[in-house]
């Protein structure tokens, strides 16, 4: 049996663990599976909902902690059980789905496992979102800020679905209007994120590695967007795969090979055993 060398290792879920066509490696799965079974702690840390995650992660045999919706819930994978809920009171969101409104973008609300969505039913990125993430949405036939306001929802995050032309624009837009309020990120190529402050993927590393009761110097962490970005600076090596943004990959202390080339197992062949 191998000797551990990093004790944890946190990985970012769609475009990280998976491949561009949605699934998991046969050569991933080993390794996170030879890893495990020789004492190291594999986790998911993802943007999805709970329950989008949790087949997910089960399929793949995980146990221990899963952490959804970029930190905002944390919760045992076989039981389901949450340890961790947080969100943002539903004034907030409606202030926030207001301003995005008048610029005139889609907006995913996401209420206790329920996502809402004002885009149509027809609209591609919903269908591919909801096809991905095998959740279907609820429409909100009047403005979502008004939804959200008369039905007091409040919510684990906003998601905001734009081109990939404006995705830049918007994320600055939102940055420097609440981002010393709340957390403002990129999950995707047509995702810009508004969660509630400090519950980011970093500090979601420190809640697990303080769970396992190991330190953060024996951590890694990999990931591919800007949502990945404080949970890959708080790890002592933070690992960006080949088809990271460049953001990400400027801040890594190492740059892997992308999804499609089996990047978890790399990282895990490197830096999980001595």
Known sequence: MKEIDKRLIVSDFDGTLLTSEHKV??????????????????????????????????ELGLKGLVVAYQGTVIADIETGREIKRDCLRYSDVSRICKYV??????????????????????????????????????????????????????????????????????????????????????????????????????????????????????????????NDLSMIKAAGIGVAVGNAVQGLKDEADYVTVSNNEFAVAKIIEKFGFK
């Open 25 to 58: 490696p046969d050569e991933v799965r080993a390794a996170i599976n030879g890893y495990v079974e020789c004492g190291g702690i594999f986790a998911v840390c993802t943007g999805r909902m709970l329950r989008s995650i949790l087949p997910r992660v089960r």
């Open 101 to 226: 409104e008048e610029m005139g973008y889609g907006i995913n609300t996401y209420s206790d496992e329920v996502l809402y969505t004002n885009l149509p039913k027809d609209n591609e990125r919903l269908k591919n979102y909801e096809s991905i993430t095998g959740i279907d949405a609820v429409s909100v036939s009047v403005p979502m800020s008004e939804f959200i306001n008369n039905n007091k929802l409040d919510s684990q995050k906003i998601a905001c679905i734009v081109s990939p032309q404006e995705r830049e624009k918007l994320y600055e837009l939102l940055l420097r209007k609440f981002g010393d309020k709340f957390d403002v990120t990129c999950s995707a190529q047509v995702l810009v994120e508004v969660s509630p402050l400090g519950d980011n993927k970093g500090e979601a590393l420190k809640f697990i590695a303080k769970h396992y009761g190991v330190p953060l110097s024996s951590a890694v962490a990999i990931g591919d967007n800007l």
